[in-house]
């Protein structure tokens, strides 16, 4: 039931990333400052809109899990996380390749947004162990809840800190005092952004299904009695 | 059932004298401090601390510090039944709370009357900070109280209880540190205190305070069930 919809919803989001891709190398003009390296913003911070959306989401998820005592709601709030710290991998990684092409280091610690987006990595990345350390399914799934909602109070709380410290004020590519950015460069980023929007939900449907599957197939081998294959999986929670 | 009021000072009664008994938390945590502030001499080589040495040097070794207490502050609940017993109580969760959360507050404070004399006698030139340090410390101790009596109820209950406080709690705790130390390094200074921006960042204290004191006020019903 979780498979609905994820053919149509594949397509759209390869044809919306190719779309993206080729107005990013094709259409976009070349940053007069930065030149050619400049088009991996088109990357990076769609990457970490969506990333931060999908903390945000995977909290609001863990509210509703809480609100309703429902597991399904588990399983969307872990998937969301889950897909936003690979998301924050990525971000992490464009970040430092933009900071060397264009400041000549790997790592800024001047650079409030970048280090405000670490943290929140760091605290997502205890995620997995917080949970996978608790053994009751029932507690693991409102822990997680708990740990999902508190985490999303941090993150904007978290951003806020991080600038504030920022004794200067650094140049922004995006929303620069000169009005922003010019239209080509806009309409390319708000298609990226759309993409890397359509790809995350892509991934996270995709994972949903797949935990689903194996779900009832574990409940199809319990019914015929069969000894299931590798044990006790750590691959939480199960989806109904 | 039992006014929260009532639940809230039996409890925080209860965890004050049982502490006062068994002397389990503050020592140590006093002598981890303290150890730390030398290791720090000899780590830094300075004999004499200031600015944004001296507030990182205090704030890490308190933070540190206050997590050895924060580990243990579930430990009694979970070994000698006592989360059954607040289970079986007629009384409301929030009080459980409220009070864990006040008893590691008077930790905190307790820890502090005892180290930051301490340290400012082995690196400081003169006590003129202490004042406003102590009210900037209060208002990080109330966050760390929060945030700290949260993530132990959590991780009281799990396989890697001495593990997942700290590793959680760090980055939960990192608004509250960059605060905190943008507070305390101006009045540190070499020339006596000032306080550039003091007032804003004790607003963001105040601001952490009261969201994750809200947040466990919000969740804290869900972390008793079972």
Not at chain 1, 39 to 64: C, D, E, Q
Not at chain 2, 105 to 133: G, Q, R
Request: proline content about 5%; hydrophobic content about 55%.
């Amino acid at each position: 039931m979780y498979g609905n919809g994820l053919k149509p919803l594949s397509i759209a989001t390869v044809a919306t990333l190719a779309l993206s891709l080729s107005l990013v190398f094709f259409y976009a003009p070349l940053d007069a400052d930065q030149g050619f390296i400049q088009k991996i913003f088109y990357l990076h911070v769609p990457l970490a809109i969506t990333a931060l959306i999908g903390f945000v989401i995977g909290g609001v998820f863990a509210i509703l899990h809480l609100r309703s005592g429902d597991s399904r709601w588990d399983a969307y709030s872990y998937v969301s996380i889950h897909m936003s710290v690979i998301f924050g991998v990525a971000v992490l990684i464009t970040g430092a390749i933009w900071a060397k092409a264009s400041w000549g280091h790997w790592w800024v610690w001047d650079e409030p947004t970048l280090v405000s987006f670490l943290i929140v990595f760091l605290m997502y990345a205890t995620y997995y162990p917080f949970r996978y350390a608790i053994e009751d399914r029932d507690r693991q799934a409102r822990y997680a809840s708990v740990f999902a909602i508190t985490a999303g109070a941090f993150v904007p709380l978290n951003f806020m800190a991080v600038r504030m410290a920022e004794s200067l004020v650094h140049p922004r590519t995006f929303a620069t005092a000169e009005g922003g950015l010019p239209a080509e460069m806009m309409l390319t980023f708000l298609v990226s952004l759309v993409a890397m929007g359509l790809l995350w939900t892509t991934l996270v449907k995709f994972e949903l299904t797949a935990k689903s599957a194996s779900g009832q197939l574990k409940r199809l081998r319990r019914a015929l009695d069969a000894p299931s294959s590798g044990g006790a999986s750590r691959v939480a929670p199960e989806v109904s | 059932m039992t006014p929260t009021r009532v639940a809230f000072s039996a409890l925080l009664g209860k965890d004050l004298r049982t502490e006062l008994r068994t002397l389990q938390s503050l020592p140590a945590m006093a002598l981890f401090a303290v150890t730390t502030f030398v290791i720090f001499r000899f780590g830094l080589d300075r004999t004499a601390l200031s600015g944004s040495l001296a507030a990182g040097v205090l704030w890490v070794t308190l933070l540190f510090a206050a997590i050895l207490g924060i580990n243990r502050l579930f430990v009694a609940e979970r070994e000698e039944g006592g989360f059954d017993a607040v289970r079986l109580a007629p009384i409301d969760r929030t009080a459980v709370f409220a009070a864990k959360a006040a008893a590691l507050l008077v930790y905190l404070v307790a820890l502090e009357l005892i180290t930051v004399p301490i340290f400012a006698i082995f690196f400081l030139d003169s006590a003129a900070a202490l004042p406003p340090l102590a009210l900037a410390l209060l208002l990080a101790d109330l966050g760390l109280a929060a945030t700290g009596t949260l993530i132990s109820s959590m991780a009281v209950n799990s396989r890697a209880r001495d593990l997942l406080t700290p590793l959680v709690l760090l980055p939960l705790a990192v608004p509250l540190s960059i605060a905190t130390t943008g507070a305390i390094e101006p009045l540190l200074g070499v020339g006596g205190p000032t306080y550039e921006r003091f007032g804003t960042w004790l607003a963001v204290l105040g601001l952490y305070d009261l969201i994750f004191l809200l947040v466990g006020y919000a969740v804290f019903d869900f972390l008793l069930e079972d």
